[in-house]
């Protein structure tokens, strides 16, 4: 009876032991306070642009804006490995109603290295920025990683090695109390040479959107034969909400009509909106100039899209 006794208060004192040490950790001053701030999942309701200029100035939406007959409400740009996050940039587009949405990509970073902590000095400064800035912020990491044109992606990096990297990233930013982070899992469009789209999922828990990357290169593109195929892919092991996270449609392909057809499958197939590549691409046969403002009929197509389907423009999130 004396044992027993003896037992039950140490593992009593072991319990009481333990709540003072969660406690401790919890308002240790190591762990900054969170910041929470979220985005609302409204159908076609985002339309954003990647512009080259932006950052680091506000001015090339200005253009894009006038040609759309509507602002933008988010603006994508890319970062490179140990770039910092640009809070005065953020801040300034905020004021606009712009939420900033970066594509954090390892470029010349090893994977396995994110992965196993190496790079976590970074990160959390990186994640600390964000905090600070206080307002939402769309973040994806190694964009594309199903195609085998970047370093990071299929054919270069084990799918496990990146999905255990996109989790350790998601993880240091948590910790660090960046909790205004809407996570975009980002992956390019289906196609031959591509590898397995769910191989690459870091599940629910570490994801907040779902980015789907695809062009209209040629008259025989269609919204089907671009996303189609690939939403219904992601639908079958998430039911996340998926944004069109970088396109748009080349003259080759015949804009007023093919425009017209990419708004109208945006909204058939229920998505939260579309991010327009608004820039000339050079090289290869994917060349062309996927502006809308050098084009009078890209501009009345992508104005007929804007009125006819996307929501009524709203302030950014809080």
Request: proline share 7%; glycine share 10%; charged share 15%.
């Amino acid at each position: 009876m004396r044992s027993r006794l003896v037992t039950i208060v140490a593992l009593a004192l072991a319990a009481t032991a333990s709540i003072f040490a969660i406690k401790s950790i919890a308002s240790s001053p190591d762990r900054p306070p969170a910041v929470h701030a979220s985005l609302p999942v409204s159908l076609a309701s985002y339309l954003g642009v990647f512009e080259d200029g932006a950052p680091p100035s506000y001015q090339p939406l200005v253009a894009f804006s006038t040609a759309a007959g509507r602002r933008p409400n988010l603006l994508g740009y890319f970062s490179g490995w140990a770039q910092a996050f640009d809070v005065s940039f953020a801040r300034s587009i905020r004021a606009h109603g712009v939420i900033p949405f970066v594509q954090i990509d390892p470029t010349f970073a090893s994977v396995q290295a994110v992965a196993a902590g190496t790079y976590d000095g970074y990160l959390r400064s990186y994640a600390n920025s964000v905090r600070n800035f206080g307002h939402p912020v769309v973040i994806g990491f190694g964009h594309e990683m199903n195609a085998r044109w970047y370093s990071w992606g299929y054919g270069h990096v084990p799918a496990p090695t990146f999905v255990a990297a996109w989790r350790h990233l998601v993880t240091v930013f948590r910790g660090q109390g960046a909790e205004n982070v809407t996570w975009l899992w980002t992956v390019n469009a289906d196609r031959p040479g591509t590898g397995p789209i769910a191989a690459w999922w870091p599940g629910a828990g570490y994801v907040t959107w779902v980015g789907i990357d695809g062009y209209y290169y040629g008259p025989s593109d269609t919204f089907a034969s671009v996303f189609g195929k690939t939403i219904d892919q992601v639908r079958a092991f998430t039911r996340k909400p998926v944004l069109l996270s970088e396109t748009a449609v080349g003259p080759r392909a015949g804009q007023f009509v093919k425009i017209q057809d990419l708004f109208r499958g945006m909204a058939t197939y229920r998505t939260l909106g579309l991010v327009w590549f608004d820039k000339v691409q050079s090289g290869g046969a994917y060349h062309q100039d996927w502006r809308i403002e050098d084009s009078q009929t890209a501009e009345d197509s992508f104005r007929l899209g804007v009125r006819d389907e996307l929501a009524p423009a709203s302030p950014p999130g809080s």
